[in-house]
């Protein structure tokens, strides 16, 4: 039988956050799980908690209690750094207000994150990861 991965599993997250004596909390005992070859949306009003949800997948921020793992990795359990390069090599973000630099080419901007990540600049990745999102697709950028 073909074995499904998990790609990542988060159990009870919940993230405070505290602004002198008033606190909010956004995210509420939180259980995902996203399985390999999965395409998750995830949806909701503005300020329930989507994009502090996105943070802590994407390794941005931490929560105050929960567990998280990516793939093997117990993530929430690493230091900054270790974290800082599980993201360079294993998530790919496109940000809401795209963060792309300008005065630099659309080439350039997807090119260097290879290399920040250490690898060598891949031309030919470049253009099918350009074509991929121009395609619609942006699965190819996400979990790698
Ligand atoms: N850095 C922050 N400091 C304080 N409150 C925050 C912060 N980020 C988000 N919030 C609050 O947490 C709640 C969830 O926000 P957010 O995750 O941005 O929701 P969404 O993306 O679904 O609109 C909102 O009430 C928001 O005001
Ligand atoms: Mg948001």
Redesign the pocket.
């Known amino acids: 039988m073909k074995q499904v991965e998990t790609v990542i599993d988060i159990q009870d997250m919940t ?1 405070i ?3 002198g004596d008033q606190s ?1 909390r ?2 509420d005992g939180v259980d995902l799980k996203i399985m390999k070859g999965e395409f998750v949306a ?1 949806v ?12 802590m997948i994407g390794l941005l ?1 931490r929560p105050d209690e929960g567990q998280y793992f990516l793939g093997v990795d117990d993530v929430l359990k690493m230091d900054d750094a270790t974290q800082a390069e599980i993201r360079s090599k294993k998530i790919g973000f496109i940000f809401q207000q795209f963060n792309l630099l300008a005065r630099t080419s659309a080439r350039e901007n997807v090119g260097l994150p290879m290399l920040y990540s250490g690898s060598d600049l891949d031309q030919e990745r470049v253009k099918m990861l350009l074509w991929t999102t121009a395609a619609g697709g942006h699965s190819e950028i996400f979990g790698q």
């Open positions: 993230k956050f505290r602004m909010l956004a995210l995830i909701g009003p503005s300020g329930s908690g989507k994009s502090t949800l996105m943070h921020d």
